[in-house]
């Protein structure tokens, strides 16, 4: 639907702002266009918008040159949402909307209203939630209820694209996923086209089929989703440390942002774990919330933990948030404390007569798959041990809280490390 061929301009000739851009948006499909402040994302819909000059290349709508329509043409077919939503005059919330019949009034001799235009708008406010709003002066109202109002108003335009810019600027979650929502049912049921400049790369990450990322006036890359392996473009297009992850519901990819204070911060304590033993039960307690997976009876899976709390089965003791459970018999639980490579790991173990239980917890940074191998290579040493009807419950956990620079190359050596600290520490249980 729309081609965007080498396009560059700007607001300096000399300098322009955007510079030899490429992409193309199908019909019917969703394209974000992603990049830090400055990066050139408003510029493009402006060159594409003709609000500023190209200086080379073009766009072509539907295999017409953008530059050769008419602006009647053009909003008959696209409609733009941009960021700025201050609106002059003291309208109500059902004129703005009204506004984007104007296209289909201009050729109209006294601009009149038709059946159509009013039906168009009664629908697009329907569609945004807006009909207790229709009386309402729009100045009257909040960033995010003018956000929908523009949004109706250029839904009301019935576009076959819609460019919007941050559409979501000034909305809370339940809105912009309500927006979102909706354009994506429209893209389904009425072969809307959109492209959206987004901030949130989670958001567009869900959203988007294709995302295209912006830096310093260059299309960098364009793709139909993050990968694992994006993560360094990313950290250098964002100047930001930052981790990517599957979304743990759908088949998407998610960001995940590392703040500086923590990464920089000096330890305070020597270890992050601290252990308290009371009469029938022992409390591990971690400094910040660990990442943990939980196998075995009982075991939960992937969690956030607050600590472990191993309770003697005839105590139910009450278990606080974010802890995790462990029941054991009469029989003691042992734990080990020590620095491996400069990292605190501390295990527990205990043999309840039947089965042989363990649980590792490191301060060296790992990520999820890197637990999942640890919880089968544990299992592999155990079973070297113990017969195969004595595996119990294995619980690890990593604190990615102070996470350091930690090269794969010292991972891979921490973690031969670890297997064979635990391999002698489980020794001679029984
Ligand atoms: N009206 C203007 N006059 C001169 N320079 C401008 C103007 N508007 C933007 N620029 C410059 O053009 C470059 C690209 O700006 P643009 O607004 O396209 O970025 P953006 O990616 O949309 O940023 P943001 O995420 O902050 O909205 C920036 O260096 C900006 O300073």
Redesign the pocket.
């Given at each position: 639907m729309l081609h965007v061929q080498n396009l560059s301009g700007?607001?300096d000739k000399k300098h322009p702002?955007v510079h030899d851009v490429s992409f193309q948006v199908e019909k019917g499909s969703f394209f974000a266009l992603l990049?830090p402040?400055?990066?050139?994302?408003?510029?493009i819909i402006r060159l594409l918008m003709g609000v500023i000059p190209i200086s080379s290349g073009g766009a072509l709508l539907d295999g017409k040159p953008i530059d050769r329509y008419s602006s009647v043409e053009l909003a008959q077919k696209v409609s733009v949402l941009s960021q700025e939503n201050q609106m002059g005059l003291d309208f109500t919330v059902e004129e703005i909307v009204a506004l984007g019949r104007y296209p289909y009034q201009a050729k109209r001799l006294f601009h009149e209203e038709s059946e159509t235009d009013r039906e168009a708008v009664k629908e697009a406010m329907k569609l945004t939630h807006l009909d207790s709003y229709k009386s309402k002066p729009f100045i009257s109202l909040s960033g995010g209820e003018k956000q929908r109002v523009l949004l109706a108003k250029a839904l009301a335009q019935e576009p076959e694209l819609i460019i919007l810019d941050e559409p979501t600027n000034h909305l809370d979650i339940k809105h912009t996923l309500e927006i979102l929502d909706l354009l994506k049912k429209l893209q389904k049921e009425k072969n809307l086209t959109v492209l959206a400049?987004l901030h949130d790369l989670n958001i567009a990450s869900i959203y988007a089929d294709a995302l295209g990322m912006?830096k310093q006036g260059k299309l960098i890359q364009i793709s139909e989703g993050f990968l694992k392996n994006d993560e360094e473009l990313l950290r250098k297009v964002y100047e930001t440390d930052l981790h990517i992850a599957a979304h743990p519901e759908m088949a998407k990819m998610q960001v995940s942002f590392m703040p500086r204070q923590q990464i920089t911060s000096k330890r305070v304590s020597t270890s992050p774990f601290s252990v308290n033993e009371e009469k029938d039960r022992l409390i591990l307690q971690f400094d910040s919330q660990l990442r943990t997976l939980a196998l075995g009876k009982d075991g939960d899976g992937l969690a956030w933990s607050a600590g472990m709390m191993c309770t003697n089965i005839i105590s139910n003791a009450e278990v606080p948030e974010h802890y995790i459970r462990w029941e054991y018999p009469e029989s003691s639980i042992e734990c080990i404390q020590e620095d491996l490579l400069g990292s605190s790991c501390i295990l527990m173990k205990h043999w309840d007569g039947a089965e042989v239980h363990l649980a590792l917890f490191t301060e060296f940074p790992l990520s999820d798959i890197d637990l999942m191998n640890l919880s089968i290579s544990i299992t592999e040493s155990r079973m070297k041990l113990y017969p195969v009807s004595m595996t119990g419950r294995i619980v690890v956990g990593t604190d990615r809280s102070k996470r350091k620079n930690k090269t794969d190359e010292m991972k891979k050596v921490f973690l031969e490390e670890l297997k064979i600290w635990v391999l002698a520490k489980v020794q001679n249980l029984r």
């Open positions: 700007g607001y702002a990049g402040n400055g990066s050139g994302k408003t510029t400049i912006l």
